[in-house]
DNA sequence: TTCCGTGCAAATAATTTGCATCGAT
DNA sequence: ATCGATGCAAATTATTTGCACGGAA
């Protein structure tokens, strides 16, 4: 953990890493999986003990994202979203995401299939993609009640 | 254009096709290539010299939403936006979005390319879609400083 | 000392809700 | 008379901003 925040830190150049940046980051890096919006960093900072004010958190999470650290989400429930970029993948490949319309959990779909589909897009349209994002709205396996 | 909303009207069941909910769709359809939000539906408005209150739009917009005839999205703009659902289209077609980064204008692509991959998707997560958003960030032909 | 970062509280912005009233059945 | 729909204003929720303070370079 500790050494994935201290790799960052090189990220950092303008900035300082101070110890309620680092707290966001700790908060992310231990909820890989999870898609937080601020009021949640908040709470979870809140478990772990550590004070930092709100407005510091949306500050950083801002910041976190101009860094190329966090990526910015919506997911339609009316607050923004983040989650970690995963730095050992490639710039270009995202994941997609399945959002659950019954437990609104969020499973990620770790193939990009869109990478033909951009080309065909880009000449087309004559419009340079810089980044997408696709979600399948449905039922997950748990939710599921057929059969 | 009347023509249109009476064929709508047979979605109204349960519920009034009042003067306000006519005002409402009335500008989806005249604006069909646009994403609007409640606020631009108020401002409409008022540019037809029409009087509605802004909760009845967003009531409105809810309603519309439910029975099937506006699309709820969102673009990271901080408000949501509505599209009028193309009625003609069979009911899994959905296009896509190029929203641009530097005008925020929103070009359409009309084909739906992710078939096949729903079906990949639904096998190898168990997840049942029922609807999708696929949107793609960059700069539009419009904007587009290279060449 | 000079900045940058923080916390708090106030300000904004989008959206929702309570409630009295209006109008169609 | 009843019940759904509306408008207004107040309430909520998410987010941003102003400003004084504190700490690191």
Redesign the interface.
């Known amino acids: 953990m500790k050494k994935k925040i201290s790799e960052m830190e090189s990220q950092f150049k303008e900035h300082r890493l101070t110890p309620q940046r680092r707290l966001v980051l700790e908060i992310f890096l231990e909820n890989k999986e999870r898609h937080l919006s601020a009021e949640e960093v908040f709470q979870l900072s809140r478990e772990k003990g550590e004070e930092i004010g709100l407005a510091t958190i949306y500050r950083t999470l801002e910041l976190l994202e101009a860094l190329g650290l966090l990526r910015?989400m919506?997911f339609?429930d009316g607050r923004s979203r983040y989650e970690l970029v995963q730095l050992d993948l490639t710039e270009h490949h995202h994941h997609?995401h399945?959002v659950?319309?019954s437990c609104s959990r969020i499973?990620e779909?770790e193939e990009d299939?869109l990478h033909q589909?951009?080309e065909i897009?880009e000449q087309k349209?004559?419009?340079?993609?810089?980044?997408?994002?696709?979600?399948?709205?449905?039922?997950?396996?748990y939710c599921?009640q057929?059969v």
């Open positions: 910015k919506n339609g997609h399945l659950c319309l499973f779909v299939f589909l951009e897009i349209h004559h419009f340079s993609i810089v980044n997408h994002n696709l979600q399948f709205f449905g039922y997950c396996k599921r057929d």
